[in-house]
């Protein structure tokens, strides 16, 4: 593993003109992890660029760098390489920003999610690691580079959110241990447990009133899910990231094993899917074209919100009967 380590501490330390991006619908272990490379490595003396296909959530503002991350359109010089961050095919970048540079630079990635497309240059994948700020901070380390304020606070909030404050069966010794020597840099933890869990904008609170209209359980009450429609995005003036963190109700009801959070967009339905242990949502995110972890996963079907209903709801019923 250090070997591999250091091949990506020689690519990250000599290559100039690097463009880091991350998946669709960017999260706190996205960003995070896009930040504390760039600050680790001196990307901004490197010409390095930050891009991200989606709108940013705003509750992660509070990053050192945030304003640093551009749109595609915002590209200003090609990149010699481009390094994926927290997923490991370009497809999950996005739509088709990326696709001039497939084959013409090197490519990337880090992660800590399973791959089943991946063809980049040089990959580091470590799907036991609760998130890949731990993976990019044991990079980090190997390489001897101290952390500061910006490196510290960008790769703690990647590692809290994708544990949910350590709490998701994600979290490891090495997670804590990593964990504790960031907290040595000073990072006000105040300013990063209510920018991620407390701080929630009126437009999400509204989100989250819509999805719990419309929550729907199953007969055996293993199945929960909830939908928000566009109109009801538009009439509260609702961004992507104002609905990121819905879904984690569905699957707080008693008794409920799987939660599904369908979001309307144009033309086409996000679907987020969590499960508890012994549930995998994995394999049905990945049969319409998405992906994730075991317990944690998503896809995007393009139709209506019936349309969606009609294909996942189904494949859900039919996993939980092959464990019957």
């Excluded at 930040?35 to 490197?46: E, M, Q, R, S, T």
């Excluded at 993976?135 to 959110?161: D, F, K, R, T, W």
């Excluded at 504790?180 to 929630?200: H, K, M, P, Q, Y």
């Excluded at 569905?250 to 409920?256: D, E, F, M, P, R």
Aim: proline share 3%; net charge negative.
């Amino acid at each position: 593993m250090k070997q591999n380590y250091r091949q990506m501490i020689d690519i990250l330390k000599n290559t100039k003109n690097l463009l880091i991006t991350g998946h669709q619908d960017p999260d706190g272990d996205c960003i995070g992890s896009m930040l504390g490379i760039y600050y680790a490595f001196d990307g901004k003396n490197k010409s390095w660029q930050l891009v991200l296909q989606d709108e940013m959530p705003v509750y992660l503002n509070f990053l050192p760098g945030f304003a640093e991350i551009k749109s595609p359109q915002d590209i200003v010089v090609k990149p010699d390489a481009v390094l994926l961050l927290d997923c490991a095919e370009a497809k999950r970048a996005g739509a088709n920003f990326l696709d001039g540079y497939v084959g013409k630079v090197p490519f990337y990635a880090i992660d800590h999610h399973p791959a089943q497309d991946c063809a980049c240059d040089f990959t580091i994948i470590e799907d036991e690691a609760s998130a890949t700020g731990e993976i990019c901070a044991a990079i980090i380390e190997e390489a001897g580079m101290p952390y500061n304020q910006e490196i510290a606070m960008a790769l703690y909030s990647a590692i809290v959110s994708d544990t949910a404050c350590f709490r998701y069966l994600n979290t490891t010794p090495r997670c804590f241990e990593i964990a504790a020597r960031l907290l040595e840099s000073g990072i006000d933890l105040e300013t990063v447990r209510i920018n991620l869990f407390e701080n929630n904008s009126l437009a999400s609170m509204h989100m989250l009133a819509v999805a719990l209209q419309n929550l729907e359980v199953s007969k055996d009450g293993l199945v929960a899910w909830m939908k928000v429609d566009q109109a009801s995005k538009q009439l509260y003036k609702a961004k992507d990231g104002d609905l990121s963190k819905i879904i984690n109700y569905a699957l707080s009801i008693q008794g409920v094993k799987i939660g599904v959070f369908f979001q309307e967009k144009e033309g086409e339905v996000k679907v987020g899917l969590r499960s508890r242990r012994g549930y995998s949502v994995d394999g049905i995110a990945r049969s319409f074209g998405g992906g994730g972890h075991i317990m944690a996963a998503g896809c995007t079907l393009a139709g209506t919100l019936d349309e969606a209903y009609k294909q996942v709801l189904p494949a859900i019923y039919a996993m939980l009967e092959e464990k019957r």
